[in-house]
C-alpha cells in the first residue's frame, strides 16, 4: 500500500516563529488532507489540497503531486498551535478510499 | 450543521468483552469510515461503509465488525477485546464516494483492563 512519511517527528519552536511541515507519499494521488489533533484527539481539517497552494490566515499548503510531496507552513506561531499535524492520503492513490495517515509532527510552540 | 458526532467519549472494558461504538456523520454525508488510533502513532483506517455495506477494509481481524443503517449512522464492534484494542476511535463522513474529503469525530477512547 501507499506510504507517507511526515518530516521532523518532533518541532519545538518559540512563539511567533515560523515553522515548514513536510508530507512525502509513495505513490500517485489524486488528493491530500492535513489535519491538526488538539489534546483531546480531535482532528480539526486545515486543508484538503490534491495540488497547488492554499492559504487560511497564518497556515498555508503547498502539494506538489508530481514529486510525491506536501509542505504545511505554519507563520507567526502561537501557543494555540502546538498539538499533532497529521497529512494522509487515499489508501490507493484516490477513489472512494480510506486514508493512510503519517505519523506525524509533533509541534510545541513555547510562549 | 452538526458535525460528526460518536459516543460514548470515553468506555472502560474488560478484556474479552465486547463493546459497541456509534457515529453519526455530517449532515449530507453517506459515507463512513472507522479508523483506530494508538497512542503516539497515526489513525489506521479499519473500514469504510457506503450504502449499509463494507466496502473497504484495512488490515483488522474479523473481530472488527460494522454496520450502516439506512440514515447512514454506523456503529463499529469488537469482539473478544484484547489490552491491544486500547486506543481511540475515530469516524469519519464524507460526502459519498466520489468526493473524498473526511470529516472527523472527536473520537472514543476505548480502554480494555
Known amino acids: 500500500g501507499i506510504q507517507v512519511e511526515q518530516s521532523p517527528p518532533d518541532l519545538i519552536l518559540q512563539e511567533g516563529a515560523n515553522s515548514t511541515l513536510r508530507c512525502n507519499f509513495s505513490?500517485?494521488?489524486?488528493?491530500l488532507q492535513w489535519f491538526h489533533q488538539n489534546p483531546w484527539g480531535q482532528l480539526i481539517n486545515l486543508f484538503y489540497?490534491?495540488?497547488g497552494t492554499k492559504q487560511n490566515g497564518r497556515l498555508s499548503a503547498t502539494t506538489v503531486a508530481t514529486e510525491r510531496y506536501s509542505l504545511l507552513y505554519i507563520s507567526s506561531s502561537q501557543t494555540t498551535d502546538s498539538g499533532v499535524y497529521f497529512c494522509?492520503?487515499?489508501?490507493?492513490?484516490?477513489?472512494?478510499?480510506?486514508?493512510?495517515f503519517g505519523k506525524g509532527t509533533h509541534l510545541i510552540i513555547q510562549p | 450543521d452538526a458535525g460528526v458526532t460518536q459516543s460514548p467519549t470515553h468506555l472502560i472494558k474488560t478484556r474479552g468483552q465486547q463493546v459497541t461504538l456509534r457515529c453519526s456523520p455530517k449532515s449530507g454525508h453517506d459515507t463512513v469510515s472507522w479508523y483506530q488510533q494508538a497512542l503516539g502513532q497515526g489513525p489506521q483506517f479499519i473500514f469504510q461503509?457506503?450504502?449499509?455495506?463494507?466496502?473497504q477494509r484495512g488490515n483488522f481481524p474479523d473481530r472488527f465488525s460494522g454496520h450502516q443503517f439506512p440514515n447512514y449512522s454506523s456503529e463499529l464492534n469488537v469482539n473478544a477485546l484484547l489490552l491491544g484494542d486500547s486506543a481511540l476511535y475515530l469516524c469519519?463522513?464524507?460526502?459519498?464516494?466520489?468526493?473524498?474529503?473526511?470529516?472527523f469525530g472527536q473520537g472514543t477512547r476505548l480502554t480494555v483492563v
Open positions: 505513490d500517485s494521488v489524486n488528493n
Open positions: 469519519a463522513s464524507s460526502l459519498d464516494l466520489m468526493n473524498t474529503e473526511a470529516f
Open positions: 489540497i490534491p495540488s
Open positions: 494522509a492520503v487515499p489508501n490507493s492513490g484516490g477513489g472512494a478510499d480510506g486514508l493512510t
Open positions: 461503509y457506503y450504502e449499509e455495506e463494507e466496502r
